[in-house]
C-alpha cells in the first residue's frame, strides 16, 4: 500500500527488484507468481511468469507452465500483468484508440470482468506492491497511470473505484514501469524522452 496515498516526502529511488529490472517492452511483461493459476500454495515468489501480446491474444506462461491464451482484444499497444493474492491475473492495457483498460477478478462478482479507465488515461501500469510471504496479508495491486500532466493510482482494495492523484507535475510525460526497488519502496518510473518511449516499441 501507499502510506497516505502520496508519494514520498523524501523519494528513495533505486533499482527495480527483480524481474522488474529486465528491460520491458510495449507487449511484453513479467512478474513472480505462484505454481499455478489460482493456486498460491507455494507463495507468490514461486517463479517468474510471462505476459506477452500475439496475434490479438493476451498469452501468460511460466517455466512450470505451459503457454496459454488469457484474453483475445484487438489492437493493444501496450500492457502490464500482475497477480493478486490468489494468484488470479491482473491485465492492464491501452489501445491503438487511446481507451485504457484493466481485466481483475471481482470477488463480489464473483468473476473476471474488464474495466475502462477515465477517457485519456495512458500507460496503465499495475504491480502487486509487495509479494514477500509475511506482506501477503496488507497488500494491494496498485493499477498506475498517466492523464492530462497528472500521475493517478487506484488500489484494489478499493476494487479500484478510487482514483489517487500521486503528481500534478510530470507534463507529458509517459509512465514506464512500476514495482517494488531494492529499498523496499514502491517506485514509479517516468520518461518523456523518444528515445525511453521507443523501448516500448
Known sequence: MLPQNVLSTDPVPAQFRYPRNVPRAALIDYEYGGVALNDASRGLRYQ????????????????????????????????AFTFDQNMNPF????????????????STIPGFTTTTLP??????RCALDDNRPLQIPISDIILAYVRAGSLYFRAQRDRYLVEYELSDLIGGSRL?????????RMQFLMSSTPEQLDSLA
Open 48 to 79: 517468474v511468469w510471462k505476459c506477452e501480446y500475439l496475434d490479438e491474444q493476451v498469452i501468460l506462461s511460466a517455466p512450470e507452465v505451459p503457454a496459454f491464451t488469457l484474453l483475445t482484444v484487438p489492437n493493444i499497444t501496450e500492457l
Open 91 to 106: 491485465v492492464c492495457y491501452e489501445l491503438a484508440n487511446g481507451d485504457a483498460k484493466f481485466y481483475w477478478f471481482d
Open 119 to 124: 477517457s485519456g488515461s495512458l500507460s496503465p
Open 176 to 184: 514506464l514501469q512500476i514495482g517494488m526497488n531494492a529499498q523496499l
